[in-house]
Each structure stands twice: as C-alpha cells, then as structure tokens.
C-alpha cells in the first residue's frame, strides 16, 4: 500500500486538476469519465495495470527544435529554437496488451513536451487523420454496441450494426485503416492529430490548425506476406533497433484552417490543398526498456497547452481529460505496467 501511495502522490494533483476541467465543460461535453473508463473494459477486457487505449506500447525520449514558421505562428516557447526535451510513448491502438503488431490498426505517437519554467505540452497523435467518434456521447454509445452479450461473450451483431447505421461516421476510421498497408514500423508511419488548435502569435492573432508527424524519409509499409511473416510482436524491438542506427525523426508539419473550414470536429479533416507549414523537427534518441521508462505516469492528455497553444471547441478533445484521469488512476492502483 505504501508503494502505491508514493506512486500515486506525485500526480495527484494532474488527477485533480483534470477532474475539476471534466465538470467546467458544457454539459453537452460531459459523459462521466467513470462511465466512460467502464465502457472501454467492457468492450474491449480489463488488462489491470494497462492503459485502458494504447496498452501495448513502449517509451522514449528526444528532443524536438522549433523552426522560424512556428515561432512566427505562436509565442510557445516549444518553438524558440532550442532543443526541448520530449518523452514520446509508441503504441498499438485498443487496450489488449497482447495486440497484433501485423494487423491494419491503430499506431499511436503520444507526446509530452518538457518546456522552460515548468510548462509541459501533451498530445496524443494517431495513424489516422480521423478519430473514431465526433462527441464522448457517441463514443460511449459506440462503445456500449460492441459490449460482448452475457451468453455469447460477444457484440451482439444486431446492436452493433443498428449503431452503425445511425452513426456512420463511426466506421470511417475503420474503413480507412481497412485501405492502408501495414506500416512497417512505429518510425515509418504519420501521425495525426485530429483535433484543431489555435496558434496564437505575439500580436495575438490565432491561426488554428490541424498537425500531423511525417516521417522525415517518407513512409514505409509491407505486404501482406512481409506483414504475415513478420509476426505479431516485432514492432518494438523494430523501433528500439532504428533509434539505435539514428533513424528516427518527424517533421512537426501543420495544416492550416481557413475561414469556413471545419475546426470542431475529429471526424473533419481538413481539405487537402490547405497550405502546410513545418513547426520544427523530433528526433528519438532513446528507448527505454519494456516494462519502465518515465512514460509510466504521463497521461498524454491533449488539454496539457502551453501559452500560445488554445484547443478548439472540439467536444471530443475537451472531453478526454477526465476519463485519462481515471484511466491513470486505475492503472497506478493496480501497479502501472508499461
């Protein structure tokens, strides 16, 4: 129990301060984030000590270098030009511990940026330009349809097409991980963030903005044989092996919003002729081992801004603080694995 407690006391007050940003929302923003944790290990197990999104995964640290375009965008001293200290957390999507790194799904790039003067900046960036539900009510109800039947111990079939069918957008992110070969590394794959955000300049002007992490020597992908031979758990030792050789590094590219544009919603993306700016540059340097890494606590909740970074009126990235909190806080209690 004392090991629990010194565990949990450092990031008390995160959990505090993201339960207290869940009830400031607008009602319609709000799900219980205990309702909202429940939902994801019904449908999708419990694997205690896990993330309830992102279990199998593993940490790493870098550093990123702003460029002259995003200091001209924002003041936030992420772009002053000077190295930054970054903790990143690869991830296969879902909560399943034991996912198939083979498989046409999820990869995600969590972020956390260590800025002067105590601020941090967080992101959690997916391998899709699409999130899987446009407000926390649709995804809990989403969530609810795939729950397994008390009998069959699966979705009842039934339900989840009914959901489907009202709620098509639902499958948009599934139907484009269906089209896309599988990425031959966690470091050959973009990242989006699907959320917009406004970049707010030294004469405060905001420009908002939807960013992606390019692979600085373009993508990679396998064939099907490639990915059938390469098993279901190469994808970590992979990326341990590329940052190793100095592989790895993304262009912190953003795209930018025009009046008319859609900004609140993480099923929009933005058009693709939009004007693209690069922000700077993450370079990884390291890999920690599998079950430790200074990943363990971070919470990767994108509400984390530094001056001159505002969220948009987005309801699915305002509402992901809380449920983060309680995710983490289930983790910490059950003994947090990487």
Not at 76 to 100: C, D, E, H, I, L
Not at 112 to 140: C, H, K, V, Y
Request: with cysteine; glycine share 8%.
């Amino acid at each position: 129990m004392k090991h629990v407690l010194r565990t949990i006391q450092p990031v008390l007050p995160m959990l505090a301060a993201a339960t207290v940003a869940a009830w400031a929302l607008p009602s319609a923003a709000q799900v219980d984030p205990n309702t909202m944790v429940n939902a994801f290990e019904t449908a999708g197990g419990k694997f205690e000590g896990f993330r309830r999104s992102g279990a199998k995964g593993v940490c790493a640290a870098g550093e990123f270098v702003g460029s002259a375009q995003g200091r001209a965008l924002s003041v936030a001293s992420a772009f002053s030009g000077k190295p930054v200290p970054v903790t990143v957390r690869f991830s296969m999507g879902g909560g399943n511990p034991k996912a198939p790194d083979n498989a046409r799904s999820q990869r995600n790039m969590a972020v956390e940026f260590d800025l002067p003067n105590g601020e941090r900046w967080q992101m959690g960036n997916i391998s899709a330009p699409i999130f899987g539900a446009a407000t926390p009510q649709q995804m809990l109800a989403r969530l609810e349809s795939l729950a397994p039947d008390a009998e069959t111990k699966k979705p009842n079939p039934e339900k989840v097409k009914a959901f489907a069918d009202a709620n098509p957008e639902v499958l948009m992110q599934g139907k484009y991980f269906a089209g896309q070969p599988v990425p031959a590394s966690f470091a050959k794959v973009n990242y989006w963030g699907v959320h917009a955000f406004g970049f707010v300049d030294s004469a405060g002007k905001k420009q908002f903005g939807k960013w992606i992490f390019e692979p600085v020597d373009g993508t990679q992908s396998l064939t099907d044989e490639e990915a059938k031979a390469k098993g279901s758990d190469f994808l970590i030792e992979d990326i341990r092996q590329r940052v190793k050789a100095g592989e790895v590094a993304f262009d912190f590219n953003l795209q930018l919003a025009q009046t008319g544009d859609k900004i609140d919603s993480a099923v929009t993306p933005l058009p693709d002729d939009r004007k693209k700016v690069t922000l700077g540059r993450l370079v990884i340097k390291t890999v920690s081992a599998d079950s430790t890494g200074p990943c363990v606590t971070v919470n990767y909740n994108p509400m984390v801004l530094p001056k001159g970074i505002e969220p948009s009126a987005d309801p699915m990235l305002a509402a992901r603080a809380a449920p983060y909190a309680v995710s983490l806080g289930r983790r910490l209690v059950e003994g947090a694995k990487q």
